[in-house]
Antibody, heavy 117, light 108 residues
Framework: EVQLVESGGGLVQPGGSLRLSCAAS????????MHWVRQVPGKGLVWVSR????????NYADSVKGRFTISRDNAENTLYLQMNSLRAEDTAVYYC??????????WGQGTLVTVSS | EIVLTQSPGTLSLSPGDRATLSCRAS???????LAWYQQKPGRVPRLLIY???SRATGIPDRFSGSGSGTDFTLTISRLEPEDFAVYYC?????????FGGGTKVEIK
């Protein structure tokens, strides 16, 4: 059974940093593209970033480019999202997803990030 | 960036009705790289359709996807009680993936 478990969310001040993790199990992690998607509670889904199977390719939504960095450790079956220069508008539930380069059959339960003073 | 506009915003229907949800793109989506997801309150999104037409694993055949270019449709042939939820389309034709704003299917 595919399992994705996010962690690392919490309350952070504007301008601060946070690193999210996503622990994967039940599938061959190194064979899947991994994504981060966020959602403000009660609002829609917003794609944030993705990383290729071997980590050789990454890309980002314009809203986070230059501030967020996606990475993965295939030996540890873990995905990361380093978030710097956080803003109030980054407040959301962050989901990790596993799948194809584009669509996501598998989702974690999400971790809440709140940016507030 | 491709902007996806979903309509209607809310669809009020009864169990057994047919639901037709629209997703319109601001520019053509190549290779039919369009997916549909269902999300219920407090739950994570579930992939229904990818490649515009292909049902994901375990998705009942009352869900079907159609369309090409800039206009895509998700059809639920006969609504079951568990189908009342929010539905999102998503394109992966460009390097910057985008989701539509969602259509809520509610019980009339």
């Amino acid at each position: 059974e595919v399992q994705l478990v996010e962690s690392g969310g919490g309350l952070v001040q504007p301008g601060g940093s946070l690193r999210l993790s996503c622990a994967a199990s039940g599938f061959t992690f190194s064979s899947y593209w991994m994504h981060w998607v966020r959602q403000v509670p009660g609002k829609g889904l917003v794609w944030v970033s993705r990383i290729k199977t071997d980590g050789s390719y990454t890309n980002y939504a314009d809203s986070v480019k230059g501030r967020f960095t996606i990475s993965r450790d295939n030996a540890e079956n873990t995905l990361y999202l380093q978030m710097n220069s956080l803003r109030a508008e980054d407040t959301a539930v962050y989901y990790c997803g596993a799948g194809d380069s584009g669509y996501l059959p598998n989702w974690g339960q999400g971790t809440l990030v709140t940016v507030s003073s | 960036e491709i902007v996806l506009t979903q309509s209607p915003g809310t669809l009020s229907l009864s169990p057994g009705d047919r639901a037709t949800l629209s997703c319109r793109a601001s520019q053509s989506i190549n290779n039919n790289y369009l997916a549909w997801y269902q999300q219920k309150p407090g739950r994570v999104p579930r992939l229904l359709i990818y490649g515009a037409f292909s049902r994901a694993t375990g998705i009942p055949d009352r869900f079907s996807g159609s369309g090409s270019g800039t206009d895509f449709t998700l059809t639920i042939s006969r609504l079951e009680p568990e189908d009342f939820a929010v539905y999102y389309c998503q394109q992966y034709s460009t390097s910057s993936l985008t989701f539509g704003g969602g259509t809520k299917v509610e019980i009339k």
